[in-house]
T-cell receptor
Framework: DAMVIQNPRYQVTQFGKPVTLSCSQT?????MYWYQQKSSQAPKLLFH???????NEADTPDNFQSRRPNTSFCFLDIRSPGLGDAAMYLC?????????????FGPGTRLTVL | KNEVEQSPQNLTAQEGEFITINCSYS?????LHWLQQHPGGGIVSLFM???GKKKHGRLIATINIQEKHSSLHITASHPRDSAVYIC????????????FGKGTKLSVIP
């Protein structure tokens, strides 16, 4: 089945130790989004790719970077995780950047920072 | 910036009850999405509305553009409907970023 896959589902890292989260999709969608969702809060958009074009949200910390080596894969790199970065990280895809386009979400990666 | 308010924040219902979750927003939009998030974390898109009403199985979503209000109804609720339901709005044409509500946590008791 076509889907959005995130690995790992659970990630534990130490304070300051770099971590990479991955997202892959079989939908051949042009847009890939990364969201951060903290407990009991709404998802917050970190950045997105439209094809190879990277778009960073203004308030996304420099500690967060992303790579999209091809259409199918997108990575979220956290260079020096702090305790405040513990959250669920959600990847979503969409065919295009239209407000009416459905976003297809992956299952998320829950990040714990010790 | 659009403010999205959902009510209630928490809802407990007996199996079989009719459920309504409300969403209000402050600025005109081009589309409104209803999403479902299960305890494991994954989010599923239920509906996209730009006007009127949509139905899928036991779920019905309506939107009133003039009143800036949408409702999600669940008929004959079931424990498997237990989840967080999130309303997200998309602003005018040319803007893609969704503004999310904080969600309504629904628990359906057998």
């Amino acid at each position: 089945d076509a889907m959005v896959i995130q690995n790992p589902r659970y990630q534990v890292t130490q304070f300051g130790k770099p971590v990479t989260l991955s997202c892959s999709q079989t939908l051949n969608h042009n847009v890939m989004y990364w969201y951060q969702q903290k407990s009991s809060q709404a998802p917050k958009l970190l950045f997105h790719y439209y094809d190879k074009d990277f778009n960073n949200e203004a308030d996304t910390p420099d500690n967060f970077q992303s790579r999209r080596p091809n259409t199918s894969f997108c990575f979220l790199d956290i260079r020096s995780p702090g305790l405040g970065d513990a959250a669920m990280y959600l990847c979503a895809t969409a065919l295009a950047r239209n407000p009416t386009d459905t976003q297809y979400f992956g299952p998320g990666t829950r990040l714990t920072v010790l | 910036k659009n403010e999205v308010e959902q009510s209630p924040q928490n809802l407990t219902a007996q199996e079989g009850e009719f459920i309504t979750i409300n969403c209000s927003y402050s600025v005109g939009i081009s589309a409104l999405h209803w999403l479902q998030q299960h305890p494991g974390g994954g989010i599923v898109s239920l509906f996209m509305l730009s006007s009127g009403k949509k139905k899928h199985g036991r779920l019905i979503a309506t939107i009133n553009i003039q009143e800036k209000h949408s409702s999600l109804h669940i008929t004959a609720s079931h424990p498997r409907d237990s989840a967080v339901y999130i309303c997200a709005v998309a602003p005018g044409a040319g803007s893609y970023q969704l503004t999310f509500g904080k969600g309504t946590k629904l628990s359906v008791i057998p």
